[in-house]
């Protein structure tokens, strides 16, 4: 059953093209935005397979709950959880989705490195990043409160899985205890029954852990109660706000020159017919016009591409 469908990123591709369209940011800025937008595409892509391939066989059943992009902030604390999935058997599946489109190697002590140009480079460790996402979730469980039968509270299980891209090249070690579970996602539901299937419950605990559909689908629903989603600020990433915000405008070719061309007359007029609804600046129509077009993200507002890329 889903709960959370995927969220569409498409829109930080937006703001990150719109920067790229804005005359005063610098090219050196310039370089590392056409970079994030590449890395960014790629990891979207990446994402929205990962997202079919669980919904595929997650979202028909009555047994399987699947939240995607689930962030929580609890305790100081954060986790950008790409997917999450629970079972009645109170077993919680914390995926982390990685591209390695250019391979992916892990020694024996669980270091991981991929490649970049042809050389080998370390990277940190998804493993370890996933360890984190989960010892939020715990806190997020343990504030929304978890289930109980016979006045015992019943704790789930974690299981942390790194998914990675089909077409990825895998170095695994030799030791089997230090490759985790890294799984590319075509595979990963061929593992999970796999799994279930090795698990008994035939012990008591075991058959006490068992949870109704409406149990494991109110956790998720309180779960989601506490997501709260990531607004990037792109203008601080890439500390363009000198930039953008300077008011030195670009001189004309003969500064003796009084009469404004048609065009320009044109120009100008186009770049203050509309204003911006939080700073009040002019924009220019084809700005308002990107505004009016992600009427979900604006509201039906206009703003300058300062404010836009705040929001």
Same mark, same amino acid.
């Given at each position: 059953?889903?709960? #959370?469908?995927?969220?569409?990123?498409?829109?930080?591709?937006?703001?990150?093209?719109?920067?790229?369209?804005?005359?005063?940011?610098?090219?050196?800025?310039?370089?590392?935005?056409?970079?994030? %937008?590449?890395?960014?595409?790629? /990891?979207?892509?990446?994402?929205?397979?990962?997202?079919?391939?669980?919904?595929?066989y997650a979202a028909p059943s009555k047994n399987l709950f699947?939240?995607?992009?689930?962030?929580?902030?609890?305790?100081?604390?954060?986790?950008?959880?790409?997917?999450?999935?629970?079972?009645?058997?109170?077993?919680?599946?914390?995926?982390?989705?990685?591209?390695?489109?250019? /391979?992916?190697?892990?020694?024996?002590?669980?270091?991981?490195?991929?490649?970049?140009?042809?050389?080998?480079?370390?990277?940190?460790?998804?493993?370890?990043?996933?360890?984190?996402?989960?010892?939020?979730?715990?806190?997020?469980?343990?504030?929304? &409160?978890?289930?109980?039968?016979? &006045?015992?509270?019943?704790?789930?299980?974690?299981?942390?899985? %790194?998914?990675?891209?089909?077409?990825?090249?895998?170095?695994?070690?030799?030791?089997?205890?230090?490759?985790?579970?890294?799984?590319?996602?075509?595979?990963?539901?061929?593992?999970?029954?796999?799994?279930?299937?090795?698990?008994?419950?035939?012990?008591?605990? /075991?058959?006490? #852990?068992?949870?109704?559909?409406?149990?494991?689908?109110?956790? &998720?629903?309180?779960?989601?109660?506490?997501?709260k989603p990531n607004r990037v600020d792109y203008i601080k990433?890439?500390?363009?706000?000198?930039?953008?915000?300077?008011?030195?405008?670009?001189?004309?070719?003969?500064?003796?020159?009084?009469?404004?061309?048609?065009?320009?007359?044109?120009?100008?007029?186009?770049?203050?017919?509309?204003?911006?609804?939080?700073?009040?600046?002019?924009?220019?129509? %084809?700005?308002?016009?990107?505004?009016?077009?992600?009427?979900?993200?604006?509201? /039906?507002?206009?703003?300058?591409?300062?404010?836009?890329?705040?929001?």
């Open positions: 059953m889903l709960i #959370k469908s995927a969220d569409d990123k498409e829109s930080q591709i937006a703001i990150l093209q719109n920067l790229l369209s804005h005359e005063r940011v610098p090219a050196e800025k310039r370089q590392l935005i056409e970079r994030e %937008v590449r890395n960014l595409s790629v /990891g979207i892509a990446t994402e929205r397979q990962a997202a079919f391939e669980i919904d595929f699947v939240i995607h992009d689930l962030r929580l902030e609890i305790g100081g604390r954060v986790a950008q959880i790409d997917h999450l999935l629970m079972n009645r058997a109170f077993e919680v599946f914390v995926l982390e989705t990685k591209t390695f489109s250019t /391979g992916l190697s892990i020694n024996d002590r669980g270091e991981f490195s991929t490649f970049y140009e042809g050389k080998e480079m370390g990277i940190p460790s998804p493993v370890e990043q996933n360890a984190r996402h989960i010892s939020v979730l715990k806190d997020a469980f343990k504030e929304i &409160g978890l289930p109980k039968r016979l &006045g015992i509270t019943l704790q789930p299980s974690f299981n942390s899985v %790194v998914l990675v891209s089909p077409k990825a090249i895998i170095n695994r070690p030799k030791l089997a205890s230090s490759d985790a579970s890294i799984i590319k996602l075509d595979q990963f539901f061929s593992w999970y029954h796999k799994k279930m299937d090795g698990l008994t419950l035939k012990d008591t605990v /075991g058959i006490l #852990k068992i949870c109704s559909s409406d149990t494991i689908k109110n956790l &998720g629903e309180k779960l989601l109660s506490l997501h990433r890439f500390d363009l706000g000198s930039a953008l915000l300077s008011k030195e405008q670009v001189e004309p070719a003969y500064a003796e020159q009084k009469t404004s061309t048609a065009s320009t007359v044109l120009k100008r007029k186009e770049e203050t017919e509309y204003f911006c609804a939080n700073c009040k600046s002019s924009i220019a129509t %084809v700005v308002a016009k990107f505004c009016w077009n992600n009427k979900s993200r604006f509201g /039906g507002k206009a703003y300058c591409r300062v404010c836009q890329a705040k929001m």
